[in-house]
């Protein structure tokens, strides 16, 4: 339980730190209004990536029970699909801006942060096994 809080706390610190990076390097003002307001539809994302792995691994979805929040596949790969593909909608939907450009940024700078410390965990579990 310990550990899935902090990969919690962890995926929330690295979409706030994908979202302040965003928006400074466009030079927009570094404000904790704009950066909420930048945020807001990536951590509504992130969400419900998570509800929906819970729900996974509480086998209300087809998932198996006591199963890894923490493994890159389908864990990660829920969680950042529901990141970016929500978090873009809501952009849509509040006006926010969606170049493709941006999209292709956005999903792969997510799946770098929300994929790569669980594949760092992964490689990590498997020495220790070995």
């Known amino acids: 339980m310990r550990r899935t809080t902090a990969l919690l706390v ?9 979202c302040a990076i965003g928006r400074r390097s466009h030079e927009e003002a ?3 209004t704009g950066l909420a307001n930048t945020a807001w539809p990536f951590l509504s994302g992130l969400a419900a990536g998570w509800l929906v792995v819970a729900a996974r691994l509480r086998g209300q979805l087809g998932g198996s029970p006591g199963a890894d929040p923490a ?15 929500i978090g873009m909608i809501l952009r849509v939907v509040s006006g926010q801006g969606t170049a493709v450009s941006f999209v292709i940024v956005a999903g792969t700078v997510l799946a770098i942060f929300l994929l790569g410390p669980r ?3 992964a490689v990590r579990r498997r020495r220790l096994t070995v």
């Open 10 to 18: 962890l995926d929330v610190v690295l979409v706030v730190a994908f």
């Open 30 to 32: 570094s404000s904790l």
């Open 71 to 85: 493994a890159v596949l389908p864990s990660g790969v829920i969680i950042w699909a529901a990141t970016l593909v």
């Open 119 to 121: 594949a760092l965990l």
